[in-house]
């Protein structure tokens, strides 16, 4: 019999050794339970050719040459990537909907004596406990949001913050994003469906009595939307606003943004869009010190010009309770290894 959860917590407590995702590589790479290995019991083009069988030309023919391919794909699986599990070995096992690709491999596992078992309507069911826990359900957490302009190495103060043993949920992490124009990140963003899964996760691990600090963001962290739940979180969460000097940031980001600031050809691009914004002689000034290589002028160009007003005119736009304000002399880790520390004196408080 299918194993049925009714919510996602109880779902990431289960006690099995290993979690199989039998679905094909494209359903595994857009999203699949966090942890969860992939073992297609039908690759993607024999996903696709049962499909077109079924389709076209009858559902007998599909359910034949689908049984074939299944039971060919599982004994590969057996063979090699489980052959080193012993007896004991307790896995458990979805597809798309908790039927028949589970279901078959589930069995072949269960007669060599595994404990397998199934989740009852595969990855739908979890998909429906992810949505309702992040679109339906109020966020048992409380956040606590860092706030501060482009620079003040937020980011950072989370993972010092996490070192001192305080709960964090970092977005952009989760978002493989650095949350700004010129913030995208090596290998792309999770597609939507993995990034809430990523944030599902996360927050079951947190404890709901204690504080969870995050970073201000905006609704969208590059391509992402944040979950409505989570954002109406984040709008009513108190803040810790962080300063620092120009000085101090532009030395930040420079570090933090390389990558890009070595790449004239993408600044470029992302930066010649913003005339509609800043004005042609603006942004041709920001192009200038591209083609200079000068990055740190060009850094403090885009925050004095861009990137601070428009921190300004949204901080104007939405108002917040500023509860603690935490000047940082450096940015350096002894710098933020001195505000993570105040930052912690504030959350001892609450």
């Known amino acids: 019999m299918a194993l049925k959860f009714t919510d996602l917590p109880s779902l990431y407590a289960h006690d099995f050794d290993t979690v199989i995702d039998v679905r094909s590589p494209a359903e595994y790479a857009e999203d699949h339970l966090p942890g969860a290995i992939n073992l297609p019991v039908l690759n993607n083009d024999e996903r696709a050719e049962v499909g077109t069988i079924y389709v076209q030309q009858s559902p007998f023919l599909a359910r034949k040459l689908g049984a074939a391919l299944v039971f060919r794909n599982a004994a590969n699986h057996i063979e090699h990537r489980l052959s080193h599990h012993e007896g004991g070995w307790k896995p458990l096992v979805y597809c798309w909907r908790g039927g028949q690709r589970s279901g078959s491999f589930t069995w072949m596992l269960q007669q060599i004596g595994w404990r397998a078992e199934v989740v009852e309507g595969g990855y739908r069911t979890y998909r429906r406990l992810v949505n309702r826990f992040l679109y339906d359900d109020p966020l048992p957490h409380r956040l606590l949001a860092l706030d501060g302009y482009t620079g003040t190495a937020k980011t950072e103060l989370l993972a010092h913050l996490k070192g001192r043993g305080v709960q964090v949920l970092d977005f952009e992490g989760l978002a493989n994003h650095r949350g700004s124009l010129l913030g995208e990140m090596p290998d792309g963003q999770p597609s939507q469906k993995a990034f809430e899964s990523a944030l599902a996760a996360e927050l079951c691990k947190l404890d709901p009595a204690r504080p969870v600090v995050v970073e201000a963001e905006s609704s969208k962290i590059g391509s992402l939307i944040l979950p409505p739940t989570l954002w109406s979180a984040l709008c009513a969460a108190p803040r810790i606003q962080i300063s620092a000097s120009i000085e101090a940031r532009t030395a930040y980001l420079v570090t933090a943004y390389d990558d890009i600031l070595s790449d004239a050809d993408r600044l470029r691009d992302r930066l010649s869009p913003l005339r509609a914004h800043r004005g042609h002689e603006v942004v041709d000034g920001w192009l200038a010190l591209v083609d200079a290589g000068d990055k ?50 504030v959350l001892d408080q609450l």
């Open 296 to 345: 740190p002028a060009l850094t403090r160009a885009l925050m004095e010009q861009h990137y601070d007003p428009s921190y300004a005119k949204s901080r104007r736009a939405r108002a917040a309770d500023v509860i603690a304000r935490i000047e940082a002399p450096t940015l350096d880790d002894a710098g933020l290894s001195k505000a993570a520390a105040q930052i912690e004196q």
